[in-house]
């Protein structure tokens, strides 16, 4: 049975498991493209690319949602990395959704022109292009949104998107994650989409299910509003939603 709390402008929805969370989050994304594809003719999402997503996008995959109308783009990618290794985040999200579905637009960050300054640029045109309808977060183990790391977040960044160095608390996780076998491999720097053009877009849905969370969880609703847990900033923005699952919700006290 689905709890749902209120943090703030938070909506919290607790799940008792990881999978019940995956459908419980993917009805609402769902319905969330559908009625933006009905109101706009289409409709401009922006997915998160880790292990968290998987339930979510496994349900996804097997709706009716007319695909041939979205938009889709990711929030973050490591600098420099094969869109084909295994750790692309847009190899994640193609293996896992776009390649089973049919897509209008794919957009992939990064690595489609000759440098990076050119791929930020690129980046930043396509998400000015139009309103984002909808984006799909994760929260990392230090409570990042995208590679928005504490020690670099920023709330009123004034760019779109930028270069950005990774923590090694963020780093550790892709080696928790299964990602990387060791941290040496973690690439130090990724492109990222910043904090106010995600909390711009429309409708803001996080997922995080899992016990390395429950941390990050705990300081993203009850921890002061700070960019030390830049996820803690969607306890003040209207239209956010989070999915979490009782592994991550563990350690919030009633």
Known sequence: MEKIKMYGE???????????????SGKRIEAIIKEAIKENGEARVIFASAPSQNEMLAYLKNTDIDWSKVVGFHMDEYVGIDKNAPQSFTKFLEDRLVNHVSMGKWYPFGGTTPSVEEDLKLYDELLNEKP?????????????????????????????????DLDEVCRNQQVNDGCFTRLDLVPKQALTITIPPLLACKKKVAVVPGPTKKYAIRNTLLGEITPNCPASILRTVKDSELYIDEDSYCLVKE
């Open 132 to 164: 984002i309808d909808l984006v799909i977060l994760g929260i990392g183990e230090n409570g990042h949104l995208a590679f928005n790391d504490p020690a670099f977040c920023d709330f009123n960044d004034p760019l779109t998107v930028k270069v950005v």
């Open 10 to 24: 938070l909506e919290v929805h607790i799940s008792s498991t990881r999978n019940e969370m995956g459908v419980a």
